[in-house]
């Protein structure tokens, strides 16, 4: 079995990436992520300043989950460039870097500048943050969204990805696939971000389980598998020429496996990330593997966008 993937000038030995914002907020999770079975890793989602985020606690787990209210912390955009620019891109694993700028100037300055460092990494511009109180996602705004792109196209004159929210409506699915459509840069959509604004609930103390926005917060893990895997299928059926990345919901070989299935180029891994680390890279690995033997497929593309219908 080959898990190797070759996609818009990248080689990854096998699918896996952690997800934006999981484990890649410091030089040091990084350089763990590196050294883990991840085929490629990409950073936190940057800002033009570095952010503290949200108080705390402000990321909660459940059997089934979890919940997350960060506020984008991170180191600001320079210090994630200065690391693409010492990273050894030759012999290392793909570096791929999340944006998201939290205006459309922050968005250009920051792109601008990756643009004219000329590195050999992949951007995923963030669309979907969910936890920015007072601020709607861009991605929910679609003449937004289009007039973004366009801009960005402008002044990064490479492909590059966007992260893109759940969408629950076929209208929507085709809305924001005729944003895409009508962007050449756009050369991956990652889908899914987490579920927007959920609510957790304790039981026994009668509260809720983090402190941001009253207890509300993007929601990830095993409850978000069945719509991340309709909005990995619809995006990829909708964009035949882009690659779709998909994230949401995978803690095991066989959620890989459906994704892959439902049209997906290679995936990102975060809640099972978040709570097992990166060992569950190679533990995922392994059991996509094991369930390609059992079902005789020896490459990806064998069964990749192949999901039947009834
Ligand atoms: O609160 C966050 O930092 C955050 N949390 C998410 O679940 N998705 C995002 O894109 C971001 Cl930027």
Redesign the pocket.
Known sequence: VDLAVAWLGIQMDNPLINA??VMCRTVEELEALRHSAAGALIT??CTLEPRK??PEP?YASTALGSI???????AGYRYYLDYARRYDHEHGKPLLM?V?GMSLEDNLEMMAAFDEAALPVLVEL?L?????PGKPQIGYDFEASARLLAEVSKVYRRPFGV?LPPYFDPVHFGEMADVLDGCPSIGFVTCI??I?NGLVIDLERESVVIRPKDGL??I?GDYVLPTALANVREFARRLPGRHVIGCGGIRSGREAFMHILAGATVVQV?TCLYEEGPACLARIRDELVYLMQDKGYRTLTDFRGRLRTL
């Not at 997350?68 to 991170?74: A, D, Q």
């Open positions: 934006s914002g936190k989602s985020g949200n402000r997350n209210s960060m506020g984008l912390p991170n999340s998201s963030n979907s943050c969910p936890n920015l992260k971000n987490s927007g917060g993007g990830g975060g």
